[in-house]
T-cell receptor
Framework: GENVEQHPSTLSVQEGDSAVIKCTYSDSASNYFPWYKQELGKGPQLIIDIRSNVGEKKDQRIAVTLNKTAKHFSLHITETQPEDSAVYFCAASKNDYKLSFGAGTTVTVRA | DVKVTQSSRYLVKRTGEKVFLECVQDMDHENMFWYRQDPGLGLRLIYFSYDVKMKEKGDIPEGYSVSREKKERFSLILESASTNQTSMYLC???????????FGEGSRLTVL
């Protein structure tokens, strides 16, 4: 089955700096790559996703890049703010019901 | 506003007890999921259902069963709870095809 590895497990950044989280996946047939944000005491929420026919996607301060050849994708958060502090999960899927998640990255934005 | 509601936020049970975790969604979604979340392991799929009375095993179904009698409701059952089932349980729903999962706020289960 699909194996998704996520790094780093924790990330501390100064407010205003950028944060980058990287994930690799094992199944070359995977074609859907979402990112979820989980705030304390809440369930994960989709923040951005990318499909394999696209190399990059942006939504305001958030961007995701995908390198299908290398089988890795990354989340970039620019101009970080305190409300960006959360746990972030990457995931991968190949057009079926099953979404395989990474282990998560705890991001702390220091004021 | 779309909503997935899990009936219990916190539960404490004893080893061997039968445990029911209930989940209700108001989006008329066909697909519903139960995940388990543990530190360092991310979210792991226990079971999912793509229609009423239909179910499929996920990655870690051992020790769990599910029930989906109505489209909006998906229940996770621990027939005989064990301490290694202490965890956060997350229910999610999704419309047709591949797309966004909508999660509930989670049920934290402690088995003593």
């Amino acid at each position: 089955g699909e194996n998704v590895e996520q790094h780093p497990s924790t990330l501390s950044v100064q407010e205003g700096d950028s944060a980058v989280i990287k994930c690799t996946y094992s199944d070359s047939a995977s074609n859907y790559f979402p990112w979820y944000k989980q705030e304390l005491g809440k369930g994960p929420q989709l923040i951005i996703d990318i499909r394999s026919n696209v190399g990059e996607k942006k939504d305001q301060r958030i961007a995701v890049t995908l390198n299908k050849t290398a089988k890795h994708f990354s989340l970039h958060i620019t101009e970080t703010q305190p409300e960006d502090s959360a746990v972030y999960f990457c995931a991968a899927s190949k057009n079926d019901y099953k979404l395989s998640f990474g282990a998560g990255t705890t991001v702390t934005v220091r004021a | 506003d779309v909503k997935v509601t899990q009936s219990s936020r916190y539960l404490v049970k004893r080893t061997g007890e039968k445990v029911f975790l209930e989940c209700v969604q108001d989006m008329d979604h066909e697909n519903m999921f139960w995940y388990r979340q543990d530190p360092g392991l991310g979210l792991r799929l226990i079971y999912f259902s793509y229609d009423v009375k239909m179910k499929e095993k996920g990655d870690i179904p051992e020790g769990y069963s599910v029930s989906r009698e109505k489209k909006e409701r998906f229940s996770l059952i621990l027939e005989s709870a064990s301490t290694n089932q202490t965890s956060m349980y997350l229910c999610a729903s999704r419309g047709p095809g591949v797309g966004e999962l909508f999660f509930g706020e989670g049920s934290r289960l402690t088995v003593l």
